[in-house]
């Protein structure tokens, strides 16, 4: 089940806008000659192994954007 956000807010001078979606509170809105950003977080997991989680925000040529998250399991004593 897919959640539909409705994003309202005020632009600032660093673009970045007040959301209920988690992503537009990490990343930038489109701006000119933005092309991506990345988010990268590690986590300790109960078994041992860590967790990286890679959030991305690619920006489009007509000021859109595309956010894609993957999740590697990086497994201890390797």
Do not use: C, H, W
């Amino acid at each position: 089940m897919t959640q539909e956000f409705k994003t309202k807010g005020t632009f600032t001078k660093s673009a970045r806008i007040v959301s209920d979606y988690k992503n537009d509170m990490i990343f930038e809105q489109p701006r000119k000659g933005l092309i991506a950003q990345e988010l990268v977080s590690y986590e300790n997991m109960d078994n041992g192994n860590v967790k990286k989680t890679v959030t991305r925000r690619a920006f489009t040529s007509i000021g859109g954007y595309d956010d894609t998250e993957s999740v590697t399991i990086l497994q201890s004593g390797i």
